[in-house]
């Protein structure tokens, strides 16, 4: 297949997933249009998370960069009546901001030591949040947050949350944006230096890289982008509290990107939306959900231990024996390691 | 299957037996059919750490529809419905319970929804006020004059801890200095605030009074703490569960000898079992079980609480809390109140439950108060039992008027509710 039908396959793939995007609201019941705002929500949260670890460093304090967002957009709309659409970006400048200078204690660790000085310095700020009344709120935190509203031109002021498509149609864009922005990243030159820093990091820095400084930008963007979900979540949902923020939701996050898979841009994304969506199919099982959705991550990490981004492979490779002998190599797809 | 202890035979049995019962299921549905069916919403924690506070009312709620329904259901106008419960598990977040509350309105239909209450009502609040869609919660403190359709109709937490304190204070009048902690949040803060008004109109000197992190998984320094300020009274707030527990096994182990009091004191039968009988002797908090002979009074409003506990203890045992059977109160009250108005719509049973401000709570008469402490008068307050372990069982030794203890000694309530922040008006 030459390059350009490759580009122009891409390029159909992308508009048929937002016709389905752009469609989905009229489609669903409206609960379940609420589910998928929160599921774009946590599409940003997860893929920022993958930026990060594409330096090879994993993390602890994501959650805690995306009440960053929440907590100072809610706080700057709120208390300082600034515009919300102004406290939005201003929640990932900040998330950005801590993440600049806790990279400077942080990246003098690496593996096991980085990851447990992330949540170190993760639990303060959310123990931060949990002492302080003014401005946090203390453990309750912050109500009554206000919602983005858009006046146009001799029409009444729309609130955004209400009806829920509004906000639906305002996340999705964002997301997108937030999405084709990493995924730039991912593709320049920046994102080659990070993935040399992965895989050879003594070597990168003997050619004149400077790893700390792409460690860094890495995790400054991704808890960038992470602050950007937060203050999405905190301006819906009108309320946060620093449990929000604590290590179950970042245990979500780790699972739904080691589920998905991080060799692809693509991994995390089918990770958080194939575990979701399993999650609330089993609503009806209550208590037992836990347990279900436990024996469901145990099956998949034990049969599919590059993720569920490796399934298509997988299952070509289960025809090929079954049908008999392997296809010829320009008919097998891509392993999952290609960065797409 | 080995690790199961199943072979293949006995798994394909069972599955067919389950596919069986499950179709039998469906056939009585089926049979039940011709009906009229009123759906209610049970939104709470049924997973997570405070699963404990929702779980166990889902199971009572099961109970007492069973009961309900067998005894012919709501009868509205004459004709009977019967009560179908809708669960969903909020996980104690507010942007699940969000997502919940729009299931179980715009998809189950349900005419009236069962809160906790606590950190995820804020994200139900503008989306049940659109709707005007009737919810209760167990905590007042969710109450505000921008919650007209919020009510507290089973307890007012944790205002009725006065009356144990009182009580206490009346029978031991020898005990003269109180320990006390609790965890730093929703709950915590409050109940603090209660307890120190309490025991300051009691005259009992608070020697220690400290919060804790909600995170702490050691009590052991909390306790030692405590008990080095030479307490003749033990004070446990209302911490949750597990806390109580550990809190408890903790004064056990270092020697404590006085009295303890607690706002809740969930599965006490393994307290006694982790400490001692002669330990536990004594021990008052709030919270009955409904085998209970003054549950049988006449004043009680809720229909058979005998069966109800003994049908609980045998199809959950060990699990009967607090929240057991307040959930089924809620309902007993709501039942009521829609068979009095003749109609299942929301606003309709809100009218018919406040009409004239008075209303009947489960341990009696009661009336809806609370406009000075939570900005509207949605909290149904009245009688609240004392409760103490008394042979390695809990028993009321008195039913007490929280209304009283208010009239008295509002000014001091009022005075640390403000203190730390949780008037209506303070709460951000």
Known sequence: MRKSDNTLLRWLGLAALAALVAALPFIVHPYQLIFLIFLLINIILVVSYRFVTITGEWSLIHVVMMGVGAYTSAILAKDLDLSVWLAMPLGGVAAALIAYVLSFPLFRMKGFYFLIGSFAAGEAIRLT??????????????????????TLPGLETIDLTFPPINYYFLTAIIMALCLWIMYRLEKSRI????????????????????VWRYRMLAFVTGSFFAGIAGALLAHYIGTINPDRFGLAMMLYVLVWTIVGGTATFAGPIIGVVALSVLDEAFRAFDQFRPAIYGVLLILTVRFLPNGLEALPAKLLGLRDRLTGGPRTAAERPRPASGGE | MKGLGVNRRQFLGGTAAGLALAGSTKLTRRAFAADKVVRIG?????????????????????????????????????EPHRIEFS???????????????????????????????????????????????????????????????????????????????????????????????????ALGLPSIATYRAAFEAA????????????????????????????????????????????????????????????????????????TSPEFM??????????????????????????????????????????????YAAIME????????????????????????????????PATWWGEELFGIDNALVGDWPVVAIRDGKAQIQEFRSIPAWWDKHKDLLLKHMSDLGQLWDQRT
């Not at chain 1, 949040?129 to 858009?150: T, V």
């Not at chain 2, 659109?130 to 919650?147: C, E």
């Open chain 2, 333 to 364: 009250q709501w039942k009521n109140a829609a068979e009095k108005a003749g109609s299942v719509e929301p606003l309709d049973v809100l009218e018919a439950m406040t009409e004239g401000g008075k209303g009947q709570h489960v341990f009696g």
């Open chain 1, 191 to 210: 994102g080659l230096t990070l993935n040399a820093i992965h895989w050879k990091d003594v070597l990168a820095e003997s050619v004149g890289v400077d």
């Open chain 2, 203 to 274: 005259g009992i000197d608070i020697v220690y009074d400290k919060f804790f992190d909600i995170s702490t998984t050691d009590f052991a320094p909390i306790m030692t703490a405590m008990l080095a300020s030479n307490p003749d009274i033990i004070c446990l707030d209302t911490a949750y569960p597990d806390f109580v527990n550990l809190l408890t096994e903790q004064a056990f182990l270092q020697g404590f000898k006085g009295q303890m009091i607690s706002c809740t004191c969930d599965n006490y039968q393994q307290i006694v079992d982790k």
């Open chain 2, 281 to 326: 002797e004594g021990f008052v908090f709030q919270f009955p079980d409904f085998d209970d002979p003054a549950m049988q009074q006449e004043q009680i409003n809720f229909s058979n609480p005998k069966a109800f506990y003994e049908t609980y203890q045998s199809r959950y045992p060990g699990t009967w809390s607090a929240v057991s059977w307040e």
């Open chain 1, 129 to 150: 949040w949990n002492q302080f009344r003014e401005p946090f709120g203390g453990p309750k935190g912050i109500k009554l947050i206000p919602s983005p509203e858009l």
């Open chain 2, 87 to 185: 669960s969903y598990d909020d996980e104690y977040l507010a942007d699940k319970a969000l997502q919940g509350a729009q299931k179980l309105v715009l998809e189950d239909d349900v005419k009236f929804i069962m809160m906790l209450g606590g950190d995820p009502w804020p994200g139900v609040q503008p989306f049940a006020n659109r709707a005007k869609m009737l919810v209760s919660t167990l905590l007042p403190s969710d109450l505000s004059p921008d919650t007209p359709y919020l009510i507290a109709p089973a307890e007012v937490h944790p205002i009725y801890n006065v009356t144990g304190v009182e009580w206490l204070a009346e029978q031991r009048p020898e005990l003269k200095t109180v320990a006390m902690c609790a965890q730093e949040d």
């Open chain 2, 42 to 78: 049970f939104l709470a924690p049924l997973t997570g750490e405070v699963a404990a506070w929702g779980l166990p009312g889902l199971y009572g709620c099961q109970i007492w529809a069973e009961q309900v329904n067998a005894a012919g259901g709501v009868n509205i106008n004459g």
